[in-house]
């Protein structure tokens, strides 16, 4: 019998060394029997599209891009979805027949993770915490959910208000934190990068309230600032953003191979793992 060599798939960084890209794939293979190999691989600042030619030359399939490449990735690509076009950022790229296709699944692994937390997104009042490329690279996704409105709050209000006017949508408003006291909201999502500097958005803690669910894009061995924070105020639901990660790694590993993993058994092993540290 001859045996297959895997198709190959890489993560590009920079820095890359936490990426737990190649585990949380090699899992979805194992589990869905797909002949795979991922590695991740540490790129110079100047050196993105060099790396990407020289992999697409050996025969690569295709590859996550994560900070600093996002936007580079979105040059480089000769086809984009239009959650990509929107996000103005790409993580996935698929090489195929001589052309490069990017698409940005970000969102939609967001989306994935709240509903499977049971969390109702149609006709639900948002409010995003932030302005920056997080909260771009999810909007069109969370619009698609059908929501009634999106408020995008953030320190910087003007960033907001250019966030709102490049999606043109309706359902979407800005205002800065401040200007949250008195609107209600079901669902709070904290896009900010304050918990990676374990800091809290300046927001109001009369708008928690005991129906809703809070989420943090970042995750961590210990809960973040903000959930630790919402739960005090008494929140009914705090949720981190470890599914989004396990979740946009799904939806790269269907666009790929066409199969969809189920993202569980995943979260559950790098939960453990985390908590090791
Ligand atoms: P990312 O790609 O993670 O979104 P970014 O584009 O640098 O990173 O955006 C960071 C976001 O976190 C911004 O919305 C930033 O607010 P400003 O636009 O006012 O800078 C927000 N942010 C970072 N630290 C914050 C803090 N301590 N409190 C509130 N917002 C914070």
């Known amino acids: ?90 993580n996935t790229l698929t090489f195929n027949k001589g052309k490069i296709y990017g698409d940005n699944t970000d969102g939609e692994g967001l989306v994935q993770d709240l509903l499977m937390h049971g969390v109702i997104l149609k006709q639900s009042r948002i409010l995003i915490l932030g302005a ?75 708008i928690i309230t005991t129906s809703m669910v809070c989420y943090d894009m970042v995750y961590g061995k210990n809960e973040t600032p903000f959930l630790k924070w919402a739960k005090a105020q008494g929140a009914f639901k705090v949720i981190d953003g470890l599914g989004m990660l396990v979740g946009q790694a799904a939806v790269s590993f269907s666009v790929w191979r066409g199969v969809t993993p189920d993202v569980q058994p995943v979260i559950d092993i790098l939960r453990a793992a985390i908590k090791e540290g």
């Open 1 to 90: 019998m001859i045996k297959q060599t895997p198709d190959q798939y890489l993560v590009y960084g920079n820095p890359i060394k936490q990426s737990r890209s190649p585990d949380i794939h090699h899992i979805f293979a194992s589990k869905c029997q797909q002949n795979i190999n991922y590695k991740k691989q540490l790129v110079g600042l100047d050196d993105f599209s060099t790396a990407v030619s020289d992999f697409i030359s050996q025969g690569g399939k295709g590859a996550n891009v994560t900070a600093p490449f996002k936007e580079q990735a979105l040059r480089l690509a000769d086809v984009l979805t239009e959650r990509a076009s929107l996000a103005g950022a790409v």
């Open 132 to 206: 920056g490329g997080a909260v771009r690279g999810v909007l069109l996704p969370m619009l698609a959910q059908d929501p009634n409105a999106i408020t995008i709050a953030n320190r910087t209000v003007s960033k907001a208000r250019d966030l709102c006017q490049h999606f043109n949508d309706e359902r979407l408003n800005a205002c800065s934190f401040d200007e949250t006291i008195g609107q209600e909201f079901d669902l709070i999502i904290n896009a900010t990068s304050a918990s990676l500097s374990g800091d809290l958005p300046a927001i109001p803690a009369s």
